[in-house]
């Protein structure tokens, strides 16, 4: 299955997991390895996210840290040590994610971040070396994934 770019449903979301762990884990980055996930509200970011820790081996149950901004996690398969998921919503600008320390988590390449609402935090995102999803409705059912790496 190519997954650069492809509809999906709820059922259809543990394989598509995996899949992109897969291509994940094939990049090639001297820090973190840095996943942004776009996508209107109820596109499925958190969703995807869940998905991705249980590939991940993370043992707690992820929920969108959207007033704590972000969660760490430990992962127990893979080449990374840490889950760090960030939920840039209630961001004000790229700033505010810099005071929460982004600048030492990015150097620690024991770590994959997943980044909700990147497009917030834009000076934040480095133009290489980063994995972007963008997700998107089809139906209520139904929802597009389209990566770019």
């Not at 997991?17 to 958190?46: C, P, S």
């Not at 994610?97 to 000076?123: F, M, R």
């Amino acid at each position: 299955m190519n997954l650069n770019k492809k509809s999906f449903t709820i059922d259809e979301l543990p394989a598509v997991a995996n899949l992109l762990i897969e291509q994940i884990q094939g990049m090639n980055t001297t820090n973190a390895t840095i996943v942004t996930l776009a996508g209107d509200l109820g596109a499925g970011k958190t969703t995807l996210t869940q998905a991705l820790a249980v590939v991940l081996g993370v043992k707690e149950n992820i929920i969108s840290p959207t007033f704590v901004i972000m969660k760490k996690y430990e992962t127990k398969k893979g080449k990374w040590k840490n889950l760090i998921h960030i939920d840039a919503y209630r961001l004000e600008n790229s700033q505010q994610l810099l005071n929460l320390g982004w600048e030492e988590i990015i150097k620690d390449k024991n770590n994959i971040i997943l980044i909700e609402w990147p497009e917030l935090v834009p000076d934040c995102i480095p133009s290489k070396e980063v994995c972007r999803v963008i997700l998107s409705h089809i139906d209520e059912k139904t929802r597009m994934i389209e990566i770019l790496l």
